[in-house]
């Protein structure tokens, strides 16, 4: 599936906030991943954003530490890598789960990485990491769903569409991007030191 599910329920906006439009490679050799091309659309098209008054997509070099792909890796997975009990391991081990989404009720949204890209699948599961739900598409078809309603995980009732659809973060103002930490401190993440390149502006949430 193409991001043009997701266009077509919700339109990007016309100037998205912070979007992320590579360099691609240096993260993806760190990865040692490719990365599926309908997430690239989204962060480029989409930017910063809150989804269905929940969900936030993780952007590359973001400022906003809980926004960031990078950061989320280790904030998200190494709590969890020897506590919880979970039906896939978490990446990098083959067919491992990389987090890419987090909701405000503390769910967490991941890839099921095992294959090309284009067919990874989304794994949900709630903050207590106790239910689980697969939807058999990439994560734009994942959005598309749930704002349209056509997918309704059912120990995941919250995130039924209600109110706004889609939230433009806050507009950003300043100079050039500048360098922050090394998201690669963390063991498992390759070999190869890079920093991660962040806005030089803080980006705020608020309503479209």
């Not at 439009?21 to 690239?40: C, N, S, T």
């Not at 659309?41 to 989804?51: E, I, N, P, Q």
């Not at 039906?87 to 990389?98: C, K, Q």
Request: negative net charge.
């Amino acid at each position: 599936m193409t991001i043009s599910a997701l266009v077509n329920v919700i339109p990007p906006p016309r100037l998205p906030a912070a979007p992320f439009r590579g360099p691609w490679e240096p993260l993806e050799y760190q990865l040692g991943i490719a990365l599926p091309e309908d997430y690239k659309s989204l962060v480029d098209l989409y930017g910063h954003a809150t989804y269905l008054d929940a969900i936030i997509v993780h952007v590359p070099r973001s400022r906003v530490r809980h926004a960031c792909f990078e950061t989320c890796i280790r904030d998200i997975c190494d709590p969890i890598r020897e506590l919880a009990e979970l039906p896939y391991p978490l990446w990098p081990e083959a067919g491992g789960l990389l987090p890419v989404a987090h909701t405000e009720f503390g769910d967490l949204i991941f890839w099921i990485v095992d294959g090309p890209p284009s067919t990874w699948r989304i794994f949900l599961c709630d903050r207590d990491i106790v239910d689980f739900q697969i939807f058999d598409g990439d994560l734009t078809g994942f959005l598309a769903g749930m704002a349209s309603g056509e997918f309704q995980p059912k120990a995941f009732a919250h995130l039924a569409p209600e109110g706004t659809l889609f939230n433009s973060w806050g507009r950003y103002e300043g100079g050039p991007p500048t360098a922050t930490e090394d998201w690669t401190r963390s063991s498992g993440y390759g070999q190869t030191t890079v920093q991660s390149v962040t806005l030089s502006a803080q980006l705020k949430p608020q309503k479209s």
